[in-house]
C-alpha cells in the first residue's frame, strides 16, 4: 500500500508541474486546448492527492504498524476520532494533509470560476498548482509519510505503536487543525486571482467580488481554527489560559489580521474603485503571512511548545517566499498605472478615512506581532543575544493598539460614505459616549482601578451601543414602514443587508471577546497539597476534596480528584480533576484533565497537577477566571456574523462607485462637478 | 416622554451592569494577585516556555522558590521593580520575558510605536492626497440638463436603496 501511497504523491507532483505549464503555454500560445489541458491537470492531482490520502488513512485505520508513520502517531487502542487525527499529527501526515487541502481548493476555485473568469483562469491554474506542486514536492522529497519500518534490507513491523500525543487526544484537537489549515491554505485563492488580474490587468470589478467571498470563507475557517485552539488550550493545558503568545498561536494570528484589514479595504475598492494597490498587497501579505507561519510551525526557527520536530524544510520555504515575494512585488510595481483610484475623497470625515485608519492600525499591530515573534532572532543576529519575548512584551505593545482598533471598530461603521456632517457625528455618538463614560465612572467608584480593564469596558459599552442603536434604528423604520412586529423588522432588515448587519454582529462578537480579555486582568489562582478532608480557598470559592479514586480506560489510568465547591457557605456543585498517564506506545506520560465549571461571569477551573514526591496525596491548583467565557460566546458570535454576511442580501446591491462626469457651472450658482453612482 | 423613559433604562442598565461587574472581578487575596502579577513578567526556567505566574509543570524547580521570594519581598514593603531587580541580580537575564528598554532591547520595544507612528503620520497624507485627485480629476466637460438629471435620479434611486 505504502507504495500506491508514493506514487500518487510523486505522479500528483508531476501532474501539477504539467498543470502550471500547460496553463501557461496555452495561454501565452494561445492554445485553447492545453487551457482545457490545465483544467483537467487541477482534477488529476486533486484525485492523486485524494489517493495519497486514502492510502495513508488506510494505513492508520487498520493499524499498519509496517509504516513508519503509523507507527508514530497511531495506536491499536487509539479511538476512532484521533486514529483520524493522526493524519494531521506528525509533520509528514500534515504536510500532506496540507497539500490535500490546497489540491481540493485549487479544483473547486478553478471548477467554479473558470467561465466567469474565463480569461485569468489559466493564470490562476498556474499560481494555485505552484502552491499545490510545492508542497506536494516537500511531501515527496523531504517528509514522505510513507515511509516503512526497516530491518537490514527487510519491511518490518512493531506490535503498537506509539499513539498520537496525549495532549492532542482531545474532540477539539480532531477538528482545530482542518480549520486552521483551511484558513491558512484557502488564503491562496484570494492571491490567485489577484495575481492573474494584475498579470493580464483585469478591471477591479469581478474579481474583486469573487476574492472577497472566498477571503470571506477562509478567513471564517481562520477565525473557527484559532478559536478552537485556543478552546483547546485553554480545556486541556491545564494553566488556566486560552493564549500564550506562543510563536506558532502569533503565527496563525497575523495572516488573519491582515485578512481582516483586506475584508475593510475592499469595500473601498467595491464602493469607490480606491485603494487598490493596498488591496493587492493586503491579499498578498496575507497568502505569505500563511507560508511564513506554516514555515515557523515546521522549521524550527523559533522555539514553540507547538511546533513540530525540527527539520530542515525552512530552507524550501525560505527560497519559496523569497521567489514569490520578489515576483509579486514586480508585477505590483509594473501595473500601478492599471492600479490608480477610479475616484477621490470628498471629506475627511468620512467612511473612506475610517478604513484606512483601520488599516494602519491593523497592519500596525500585525507588525508588533511579527516583530516580536521574531524578535529573539533578530537580536541573536544583530546583537548575538538571544532575547526571549514573551506574553508581558506582546501585552503591552498590543493591548494600546488593541482599544484603538476596538474605539474604530464603533466609530467607524457611523461615519457616512463619502462625508459626515457635525450634526450626524453628535447624534450618532452622544449615547454611546455617555454611556461609556457613565460606566466608566461607575466602576471606578466601586473599586475598579485596572486601567486597561477599566478603559476596554467603557470602550466595548461604547461599541456595543453603537452597534445595537444601528440595529433598532434600522428595525424601528422597517417596522413602520412595512407595519410588522420588530423581531420580524430585525431579521428582514439583517436579510436586506447581510453583508452589513453581518459585520456589525462580527464586531458584537469582537466587543464581547474584549469583554473576556479584560476580565483576565483579575484572575485569581491558588495552589496546594491536599488529602482527603483538606480545604483550598480562592477568592469566594472553597474546594473541600472528599475522594480520591482510580479509573481506567482503553489507553490511560486515570487518579481523580472529587471536590465540593463552595461558595459563600453554600455547596454549589461537584468538581472531579483528574491526572491521565496514557499507557500506550511510548513512555509513561502525565496529563492533567481540568474540571471547568463554566459560567457567564466566571469560570472555575481545577487542575489536578499530580502527586507529592511520597506520591500519595495530590496537588490541586484551582483558578478563578472572570467573564472569560464571552471570549468565547464573542467567537461564535463572530462566525455567526461571518456566515450572516455569507447570505446573499435580499436587496441585490449594486455598491454605486463615485466618478466625475463633468461639470455645470453654467447651469448651477456655483461651478461644481457632477458625481455619478455607477 | 418616551425618550426619557428610554434613556433611564439605559442608565439602569448600566448601573446594574457596572455594580455586578465590580462584583464579579472585586478580588480578595491580594497577595496572591500582586505575586501573580510579578511572576507573569518572569519567564519559567524549568523549560515549560510559560512565565512564573503560568508554569503549571509538577514540581517546578524553578516557579516555586522564585514565587516564593516574590512573596517575601512583598511582605518586606519591597515595591514590584524592586523585586524584579533583585530576582534579575540572582538570576540574570533569562528571566525576562521582554526585551531590556536599552540597546537593541530599545529599538525591540520602539519599533511598533514607532511603526504606528509612521502609519498614522502618512495616513492624512494619504487623504490629502486622495482630496487632491478631486481637483486634479477636477471638472471634465460640461455636460446637458437632461445627463444632470439622469444622474440625479439615479444618485437618490442608490441613496433610497442604502438607507
Same mark, same amino acid.
Not at chain 1, 272 to 275: L, V
Given at each position: 500500500m505504502e507504495n500506491l501511497g508514493y506514487l500518487a504523491v510523486l505522479l500528483a507532483f508531476l501532474v501539477s508541474s504539467y498543470a502550471i505549464v500547460a496553463a501557461l503555454v496555452g495561454k501565452l500560445a494561445r492554445k485553447p486546448f492545453l487551457e482545457a489541458s490545465a483544467q483537467r491537470a487541477v482534477l488529476t492531482a486533486w484525485a492523486l492527492t485524494s489517493a495519497a490520502a486514502f492510502v495513508l488513512l488506510y494505513a492508520i485505520l487498520t493499524n499498519d504498524f509496517t509504516s513508519s508513520y503509523v507507527a508514530s502517531y497511531s495506536s491499536i487502542n487509539q479511538p476512532l476520532i484521533y486514529k483520524l487525527a493522526a493524519w494531521w499529527g506528525g509533520q509528514e501526515g500534515s504536510l500532506l494533509f496540507w497539500s490535500w487541502i490546497a489540491a481540493t481548493y485549487a479544483f473547486v476555485s478553478v471548477y467554479t470560476s473558470r467561465k466567469r473568469h474565463a480569461s485569468m483562469i489559466s493564470y490562476v491554474i498556474a499560481i494555485e498548482m505552484t502552491v499545490v506542486g510545492f508542497f506536494l514536492g516537500i511531501v515527496h522529497f523531504q517528509a514522505n509519510p510513507f515511509k516503512v519500518l526497516m530491518a537490514g534490507p527487510q519491511i518490518t513491523a512493531i506490535s503498537d505503536g506509539n499513539g498520537l500525543n496525549p495532549l492532542l487526544q482531545h474532540p477539539i484537537m480532531a477538528i482545530h487543525p482542518p480549520m486552521l489549515y483551511l484558513g491558512y491554505v484557502g488564503f491562496m485563492v484570494p492571491f490567485a486571482f489577484a495575481i492573474a488580474s494584475l498579470i493580464t490587468r483585469q478591471p477591479g470589478d469581478r474579481w474583486i467580488h469573487t476574492t472577497r467571498l472566498w477571503t470571506m470563507v477562509t478567513w471564517m475557517f481562520q477565525s473557527i481554527g484559532i478559536l478552537l485552539g485556543m478552546r483547546w488550550a485553554y480545556a486541556?493545558?491545564? !494553566?488556566? &489560559?486560552? !493564549?500564550? !503568545?506562543d510563536p506558532v498561536e502569533n503565527a496563525s494570528l497575523l495572516p488573519w489580521i491582515t485578512g481582516t484589514a483586506f475584508l475593510h479595504s475592499v469595500m473601498m475598492q467595491e464602493k469607490? &474603485? $480606491? $485603494?487598490k494597490v493596498w488591496n493587492v498587497v493586503l491579499v498578498s501579505a496575507t497568502f505569505f503571512l500563511c507560508i511564513f507561519g506554516t514555515m515557523l510551525t515546521r522549521s524550527g526557527l523559533v522555539s514553540s511548545v507547538h511546533a513540530f520536530a525540527q527539520s530542515n524544510i525552512g530552507d524550501y520555504f525560505v527560497w519559496f517566499l523569497t521567489i514569490s515575494i520578489a515576483a509579486t512585488t514586480y508585477l505590483i510595481l509594473s501595473r500601478l498605472e492599471f492600479l490608480k483610484s477610479e475616484a477621490r475623497l470628498d471629506?475627511?470625515?468620512s467612511r473612506e478615512s475610517s478604513f484606512l485608519f483601520n488599516n494602519v492600525i491593523l497592519l500596525a499591530s500585525c507588525f508588533a506581532i511579527l516583530w516580536g515573534t521574531l524578535f529573539p532572532v533578530i537580536s541573536e543576529a544583530v546583537s548575538g543575544e538571544k532575547i526571549s519575548v514573551g506574553a508581558p512584551f506582546f501585552n503591552r505593545v498590543n493591548i494600546p493598539i488593541g482599544l484603538l482598533l476596538l474605539l474604530l471598530t464603533g466609530v467607524g461603521p457611523l461615519f457616512a460614505w463619502r462625508k459626515t456632517s457635525a450634526e450626524s457625528l453628535r447624534r450618532n455618538f452622544l449615547w454611546p459616549a455617555v454611556s461609556g463614560l457613565v460606566l466608566g465612572g461607575l466602576l471606578f467608584a466601586l473599586g475598579v482601578h485596572d486601567l486597561y480593564a477599566l478603559v476596554t469596558f467603557m470602550l466595548c459599552l461604547f461599541v456595543g451601543v453603537t452597534i445595537v442603536v444601528e440595529f433598532f434604528r434600522g428595525a424601528k423604520i422597517l417596522q413602520r414602514k412595512q407595519q410588522m412586529a420588530f423581531a420580524p423588522a430585525m431579521v428582514e432588515l439583517t436579510h436586506r443587508n447581510t453583508r452589513r448587519y453581518g459585520g456589525y454582529l462580527v464586531h458584537l462578537g469582537i466587543v464581547l471577546m474584549f469583554v473576556g480579555f479584560a476580565g483576565a486582568a483579575f484572575n485569581q489562582m491558588g495552589q496546594a497539597e491536599m488529602t482527603v478532608g483538606d480545604a483550598l480557598e480562592v477568592g469566594k470559592y472553597q474546594f473541600l476534596m472528599k475522594d480520591l479514586k482510580e479509573d481506567r480506560g482503553a489507553t490511560w489510568v486515570a487518579s481523580r480528584a472529587y471536590f465540593d465547591v463552595i461558595k459563600d457557605g453554600e455547596t454549589i456543585g461537584q468538581m472531579d480533576p483528574e491526572q491521565r498517564v496514557y499507557t500506550t506506545g511510548r513512555e509513561p506520560q502525565p496529563t492533567g484533565i481540568p474540571d471547568i465549571r463554566p459560567r457567564l461571569n466566571e469560570d472555575v477551573y481545577l487542575v489536578f497537577a499530580g502527586f507529592t514526591r511520597d506520591g500519595k496525596n495530590p496537588i490541586i491548583q484551582a483558578y478563578i477566571n472572570p467573564l472569560v467565557n464571552w471570549v468565547f460566546i464573542g467567537g461564535w458570535l463572530l462566525v455567526l456574523g461571518t456566515l450572516v454576511a455569507l447570505v446573499p442580501s435580499?436587496?441585490?446591491?449594486?455598491?454605486p462607485k463615485t466618478r466625475i462626469v463633468g461639470s455645470v457651472a453654467a447651469q448651477r450658482k456655483e461651478a461644481k462637478p457632477v458625481v455619478a453612482q455607477s | 416622554m418616551l425618550r426619557r423613559a428610554k434613556l433611564s433604562a439605559l442608565l439602569a442598565l448600566i448601573v446594574f451592569g457596572a455594580g455586578w461587574l465590580a462584583a464579579e472581578i472585586k478580588t480578595t487575596d491580594a497577595i496572591t494577585l500582586q505575586v501573580r502579577e510579578i511572576g507573569k513578567g518572569l519567564k519559567c526556567q524549568c523549560g515549560c516556555s510559560y512565565t512564573v505566574a503560568d508554569c503549571n509543570m509538577l514540581y517546578c524547580h524553578f516557579r516555586d522558590p522564585v514565587n516564593q521570594e516574590i512573596e517575601t519581598g512583598i511582605k518586606a514593603g519591597l515595591t514590584p521593580p524592586q523585586i524584579v531587580s533583585k530576582l534579575m541580580a540572582e538570576?540574570?537575564?533569562?528571566?525576562?520575558?521582554a526585551p531590556k528598554v536599552e540597546g537593541f532591547g530599545a529599538v525591540g520595544w520602539a519599533m511598533p510605536f514607532a511603526m504606528l507612528a509612521l502609519g498614522l503620520l502618512i495616513a492624512p497624507f494619504v487623504v490629502r492626497r486622495w482630496r487632491k485627485n478631486q481637483i486634479e480629476q477636477g471638472p471634465a466637460v460640461a455636460i446637458d440638463e437632461a445627463t444632470i438629471e439622469a444622474y440625479e435620479k439615479e444618485i437618490e434611486r442608490d441613496l433610497a436603496k442604502d438607507s
Open positions: 486541556v493545558l491545564g !494553566w488556566g &489560559g486560552y !493564549w500564550g !503568545w469607490k &474603485g $480606491m $485603494m471629506a475627511v470625515l435580499k436587496v441585490r446591491r449594486s455598491y | 538570576y540574570g537575564d533569562v528571566l525576562r520575558t
